[in-house]
């Protein structure tokens, strides 16, 4: 009986030892590893932008707006803005932002982190006025506000 407990006390000795060096080799192993993780830092992502393919087709498109609202007449001021309110309404549905309306999808934002929500808010309301309501008409200025109230938030969004 007393070889088993010698037995036993040495094979316990030599399993605390292998313990001991696998935790040990494990966490040399994760400390080496440190070195070799990407460094991410989030003043670096905002920084950076990366031009694709999705960003040129974007901004193309916006540049098409805004050369619709750069001509003087009323009818094509109320297309640019009815496009700009459509092109942002798409931006937001791929973003993944849940609602049946725009309405519905800005309500969904952020509002304490989007600094051009309340501008964004109040292009839509000019949208909704041309749209619904009969022989809305729209002057040069509100105009040019509306298209820059809408490439504020784009541009807030990082698309343009």
Known sequence: MEIFQSGFIIFKTIMYVLVAALLGGIIYVL???LNFRPRFSLQE???KRILTAKNA???EKWSEIEKRAAVDLPEA???AIIEADKFVDGVLKKIGLPGEHMADRLDNLPT???RSLDALWRAHRLRNNIVHTPGFEVSPVEAGHAIENYKAFLREL???
């Open 31 to 33: 400390r080496k590893s």
């Open 45 to 47: 992502m905002k920084k």
């Open 57 to 59: 087709v974007f901004a």
């Open 77 to 79: 001021a109320k297309i």
């Open 112 to 114: 304490d982190e989007m």
């Open 158 to 160: 990082g698309i343009l």
